[in-house]
C-alpha cells in the first residue's frame, strides 16, 4: 500500500501544474494533501475517477485546509481533532481504515516573528493527546506539514536558523515529544544521510542549489514498525513549494 503526502500550496494552482499527471505516474493508494485553499465547489475533480475526496476546510477562505484521495473507501473519516479553537482552520483530517488510522495534518506555523509560538506549542500538546487517544484503538499513521525541522541534519543551514521559525527549541521539542510517544519518523527508518529536503524558500534560487529544509513527514506507530516496505521524498516534483513524500506498506 503507497501513502503519499503533499503541501500543495493551492490545490487550484497546482492542478494547473501537472497535478493529474504525477497522480497517474506514482499511482498512491491514498494521498494526503494540505493546504488546499479551497472548497469542493471551487476545484474541478480532475484526478481518476477511482479516488475519492474527503474534504477538511478552513472557515476563512482561500485558507489552509486538508484533503484525502484514496482508492480504498476508509470505513470513517473525522474532521479536527475536538478542540474548537484548533478546528476552525481544517488542519486535521483521519480516515479509519481497518488496520490503521491515516490522520493528515497541516501543523500551525509559528510565524516569523514567533507571534504564534504559544499557540504552536498548545497545538502539539492537543495534537499529540488526540494521536494516542486514537492509537488506544489501532496503529496510527500521521503525514503532511509539520512546518518544523527536527534536527540539524533535516537543514540546509541549521546554525543560521536557531532562532527562526520552524527550528526553534520549541518547535523541535515539540517533534521529540512525538518520537518519546513511540512514533518513528520513518524517512530516518530507511536514509539517515543528510541532504533530503522537502521545502525550499522560493527566493535566491535555493530549489536549484538545494538550500532547504525537512517539514513534511510521515510518522507511525512503532507496531507498524514491521510493515514498512520503503520511504521517499519526491524533490523532482514541482507545482508546489514543498515537494511530495510517502512511505510503503508491506
Given at each position: 500500500?503507497?501513502?503519499?503526502?503533499?503541501?500543495?500550496?493551492?490545490?487550484?494552482?497546482?492542478?494547473?501544474?501537472?497535478?493529474?499527471?504525477?497522480?497517474?505516474?506514482?499511482?498512491?493508494?491514498?494521498?494526503?494533501?494540505?493546504?488546499?485553499?479551497?472548497?469542493?465547489?471551487?476545484?474541478?475533480?480532475?484526478?481518476?475517477?477511482?479516488?475519492?475526496?474527503?474534504?477538511?476546510?478552513?472557515?476563512?477562505?482561500?485558507?489552509?485546509?486538508?484533503?484525502?484521495?484514496?482508492?480504498?473507501?476508509?470505513?470513517?473519516?473525522?474532521?479536527?481533532?475536538?478542540?474548537?479553537?484548533?478546528?476552525?482552520?481544517?488542519?486535521?483530517?483521519?480516515a479509519e481504515y481497518p488496520d490503521f488510522f491515516l490522520v493528515n495534518v497541516y501543523v500551525p506555523n509559528s510565524k516569523r516573528?514567533?507571534?504564534?509560538?504559544?499557540?504552536?506549542?498548545?497545538?502539539?500538546?492537543?495534537?499529540?493527546?488526540?494521536?494516542?487517544?486514537?492509537?488506544?484503538?489501532?496503529?496510527?499513521?500521521?503525514?503532511?506539514?509539520?512546518?518544523?525541522?527536527?534536527?540539524?541534519?533535516?537543514?540546509?543551514?541549521?546554525?543560521?536558523?536557531?532562532?527562526?521559525?520552524?527550528?526553534?527549541?520549541?518547535?523541535?521539542?515539540?517533534?521529540?515529544?512525538?518520537?518519546?510517544?513511540?512514533?518513528?519518523?520513518?524517512?530516518?527508518?530507511?536514509?539517515?544521510?543528510?541532504?533530503?529536503?522537502?521545502?525550499?524558500?522560493?527566493?535566491?534560487?535555493?530549489?536549484?542549489?538545494?538550500?532547504?529544509?525537512?517539514?513534511?513527514?510521515?510518522l507511525a506507530s512503532e507496531a507498524l514498525a514491521p510493515r514498512l516496505k520503503s520511504a521517499f521524498i519526491r524533490p523532482e516534483?514541482?507545482?508546489?513549494?514543498?515537494?511530495?513524500?510517502?512511505?510503503?506498506?508491506?
Open positions: 500500500m503507497k501513502l503519499v503526502s503533499w503541501n500543495v500550496n493551492g490545490l487550484r494552482a497546482v492542478q494547473k501544474k501537472g497535478f493529474r499527471e504525477f497522480l497517474e505516474k506514482e499511482q498512491p493508494d491514498v494521498i494526503c494533501l494540505q493546504e488546499h485553499k479551497a472548497s469542493p465547489e471551487q476545484v474541478a475533480p480532475d484526478w481518476p475517477e477511482q479516488y475519492t475526496a474527503h474534504w477538511n476546510v478552513a472557515e476563512r477562505k482561500g485558507y489552509s485546509g486538508t484533503l484525502i484521495l484514496t482508492r480504498p473507501e476508509p470505513l470513517s473519516v473525522r474532521r479536527g481533532i475536538g478542540i474548537a479553537e484548533h478546528d476552525n482552520e481544517g488542519r486535521v483530517l483521519t516573528e514567533l507571534t504564534r509560538l504559544p499557540y504552536r506549542q498548545q497545538w502539539d500538546r492537543d495534537f499529540l493527546g488526540y494521536l494516542k487517544g486514537l492509537e488506544r484503538e489501532k496503529p496510527v499513521i500521521f503525514c503532511g506539514d509539520f512546518n518544523v525541522a527536527h534536527l540539524e541534519i533535516d537543514l540546509a543551514r541549521p546554525k543560521q536558523n536557531v532562532k527562526t521559525h520552524g527550528f526553534t527549541p520549541e518547535e523541535r521539542a515539540g517533534f521529540d515529544a512525538f518520537v518519546r510517544a513511540g512514533f518513528i519518523d520513518t524517512f530516518r527508518v530507511f536514509e539517515k544521510g543528510g541532504g533530503h529536503y522537502t521545502w525550499w524558500s522560493l527566493m535566491a534560487g535555493a530549489r536549484a542549489r538545494n538550500i532547504g529544509w525537512r517539514i513534511d513527514y510521515f516534483v514541482i507545482g508546489s513549494d514543498h515537494c511530495p513524500v510517502g512511505i510503503e506498506l508491506r
